[in-house]
């Protein structure tokens, strides 16, 4: 059971910290932190989308 919910839930993880440091970053935008944080939830947010399309074709069909 807990297989199944691995992976919706670590993508799912990973989209939410990376709305989550983009809101944060908007709020902060004119310092470098705010700046720093805008790129690393990019990142975040793509690379749940990424392991959602390669691990989900892999693991789902």
Known sequence: ???KLAL???ICAL???????????LFHI???AGI???????FAG???LLLLSFAGRERYG
């Not at 720093?36 to 990019?42: E, N, S």
């Open 36 to 42: 720093v944080l805008l790129v690393v939830g990019f």
């Open 15 to 25: 989209l939410l910290v990376g709305i989550g440091c983009m809101l944060t970053g």
């Open 46 to 48: 793509a690379s749940s």
């Open 30 to 32: 004119k310092t470098a």
């Open 8 to 10: 919706p839930l670590t």
């Open 1 to 3: 059971m807990i297989d």
